[in-house]
Each structure stands twice: as structure tokens, then as C-alpha cells.
């Protein structure tokens, strides 16, 4: 089965609200990073998060490690964050990387 | 600083040809990835390499893709044959001495028909 699993596959938002995107893996972590990716364009990093809870400006995320999850909190959503938000498992060497499915975000004006 | 740069950006073949798809990684990485993403399988990996060494080669693709890394500057992806089910974006990154210094390609759109 697949070892990373994001929810929800897709979510639209009314510019200002918020939107909590979930990842929860089935493996052993060394750690979990997460990705951006506008359309047609590169992934991004947002955020390496190994453990507890991360804050970058808008955005917020929590990895609890022996409940296998990790979320991504977006406040106060900007049509600009409309794209792609992917989750990645990074195994024990730190270096490959296993995605989920991705969520793909809508923010309306 | 220079990214990842990939080439072409766009790719249309021919069913049975062989294409090269080309990765340039960020100057002093030591680790390079290239991935396939599709919207059915999301993002898979087809070659890992740590220091021009092929560190795993994605199993599913070894039959008729085959990844190569002649120098630490260069690496290149080749189909050979390509079939219609390999139409998917390919992306290329590479990665330095921090565990989230990942950098990834705005990679190579390839259509084969």
C-alpha cells in the first residue's frame, strides 16, 4: 500500500479562510517535509518539518511522529496560494523522497 | 544562485523513438533525483544518484528507462523506446548537505504520441 497519504485530494476556499491539509504515513519516519508546486511550475520547499510544529508566515506545520501524521495550516488563504501542496517522507539516509498524492487548492476571490 | 536546470522544456515524440531528456544540478550537490509525475501516480522516482553513483534505480522503470550521471554537472534521462504511457512530466533535483536543501527542475513536458 502506499506509504504516504494526503487528504483531502482536492479543496476550494472563499478567499480568508483557512484550510488544514493532512498527510499521514505509514512507515517509520526520519522526517517530513513539505512542497508547494503552482501549476506547470517547480516544487518548492515550505517546510522540513522532523518533529512538533513550524511557523512560516501564513502557514503552519505540525508532524506528530507516533500518531504517523503530519498537517499543513494555511490562515487567512490568498488567491495566490491556489496550487498544489505535497507532503514527502524523507527515509533514514535524508535523502530520497516519498511523495503523497498531493491536495490541490482553490482559492477563490 | 543557478537552480536546477532542465532541458528541453517541452518534448513530443513519437511512439518507438528515443528521447534524452537533460539535468544540470545545482553546483555542489552531491545528490541527484529524477522523478516522474503523472496525475494517476502523483510523483515517483526513477533514479537516485549520491556522488555520480546510482544509489537505486526505480524498479518498475528499468526496462526501458535508463538514467545516467558522466559528471557531477550533467546528469541525462533516457527512454528508449518511449510508448504512449510515458507522457508524464519528469523532474530532475538535486540536493546538498542539508537534510531539506532540496532543489527541483521546473522539468521537461514530454508527450509521446
Known amino acids: 500500500g502506499q506509504q504516504v497519504q494526503q487528504s483531502p485530494a482536492s479543496l476550494v476556499l472563499q478567499e480568508g479562510e483557512n484550510a488544514e491539509l493532512q498527510c499521514n504515513f505509514s512507515t517509520s519516519l526520519n522526517s517530513m517535509q513539505w512542497f508547494y508546486q503552482r501549476p506547470g511550475g517547480s516544487l518548492v520547499s515550505l517546510f522540513y518539518n522532523p518533529s512538533g510544529t513550524k511557523h512560516s508566515g501564513r502557514l503552519t506545520s505540525t508532524t506528530v511522529i507516533k500518531e504517523r501524521r503530519s498537517s499543513l495550516h494555511i490562515s487567512s488563504s490568498q488567491t495566490t496560494d491556489s496550487g498544489t501542496y505535497l507532503c514527502?517522507?524523507?527515509?533514514?539516509?535524508?535523502?530520497?523522497?516519498?511523495f503523497g498524492g498531493g491536495t490541490r487548492l482553490t482559492v477563490r476571490p | 544562485d543557478a537552480g536546477v536546470t532542465q532541458t528541453p522544456r517541452h518534448e513530443v515524440a513519437e511512439k518507438g523513438q528515443t528521447i534524452i531528456l537533460k539535468c544540470e544540478p545545482v553546483?555542489?550537490?552531491?545528490?541527484l533525483f529524477w522523478y516522474r509525475q503523472t496525475k494517476i501516480q502523483g510523483l515517483e522516482l526513477l533514479s537516485y544518484f549520491r556522488s555520480k553513483s546510482l544509489m537505486e534505480d526505480g524498479g518498475a522503470f528499468k526496462d526501458r528507462f535508463k538514467a545516467e550521471m558522466l559528471n557531477s554537472s550533467f546528469s541525462t534521462l533516457k527512454i528508449q523506446p518511449t510508448e504512449p504511457k510515458d507522457s508524464a512530466v519528469y523532474l530532475c533535483?538535486?540536493?546538498?548537505?542539508?537534510?531539506?536543501?532540496?532543489?527541483f527542475g521546473s522539468g521537461t513536458r514530454l508527450l509521446v504520441i
Open positions: 514527502a517522507l524523507v527515509n533514514n539516509a535524508g535523502a530520497k523522497l516519498t
Open positions: 533535483a538535486s540536493r546538498g548537505q542539508g537534510a531539506a536543501d532540496y532543489t
Open positions: 553546483s555542489g550537490h552531491n545528490d
